[in-house]
């Protein structure tokens, strides 16, 4: 991409904070995905997160690319990671939703 210009950089500072901000009232289950390998925000924010949400059910999956071509950034659409972040979001999201005592779809 092209340069980082300084609106489009205090627009995201902003909504950091903002979301920073509202983490300790997150409570509902929470699922946090990076690439440990991520060259555009450090993989160490997702353990941030994790601290800083008030849910008391938290998960946090690291994936590991091996190729070293893209910044690692984009895990939804990439080809090594796509189908891992979509098998862990379907399966949290069904873990977190479904009464363990019914067995009713899937």
């Known amino acids: 991409g092209g340069p980082l210009h300084f609106g489009q950089l205090a627009s995201m500072r ?14 509902a289950p929470l699922l946090v995905m ?3 390998g991520d060259r555009l925000v450090n993989p160490n924010n997702a353990w941030g997160i994790a601290r800083l949400a008030a849910s008391s ?3 946090v999956v690291l994936t590991r690319m091996r190729e070293q071509v893209t910044r690692h950034h984009m895990i939804t659409t990439h080809r090594e990671t796509a ?10 999201c069904r ?12």
Request: glycine share 4%; net charge neutral; proline share 5%.
């Open 95 to 106: 873990k977190k939703t479904l009464d363990p005592a019914k067995k009713a779809w899937l």
């Open 34 to 36: 990076q690439d440990e």
């Open 57 to 59: 059910d938290t998960t």
């Open 83 to 92: 189908a891992l972040v979509a098998e862990t979001v379907t399966g949290f």
């Open 14 to 27: 902003e909504g950091c904070a903002h979301t920073r901000a509202l983490l300790p009232r997150l409570a």
